[in-house]
């Protein structure tokens, strides 16, 4: 799913960027797929997408683990 249309991200990218980084805020994510926020619209799902993640390493997955899933959905 296209989470940025000004920069058209998808939603594994940003998955991607915060698994292999450490992502504070979706400017940071932003700057990580080298590509900058343009009119902020994307900001709270990018937020939401980091939350889940860290939910998911805190109850013992791994941030790699919900990257492999989410292609593994995305080809389905």
Known sequence: M??????????????TAVSTATCRNPSYV??????????G????TIWKIMEEM???????????DTVHAAFADERL
């Open 2 to 15: 296209i989470v940025c249309s000004c920069n058209v991200l998808s939603d594994h990218e940003v998955r």
């Open 30 to 39: 932003h700057g990580c797929l080298g590509c900058r926020v343009q009119c």
């Open 41 to 44: 619209r994307c900001a709270q």
């Open 54 to 64: 860290l939910d998911l390493a805190e109850i013992g997955g791994s941030v790699n």
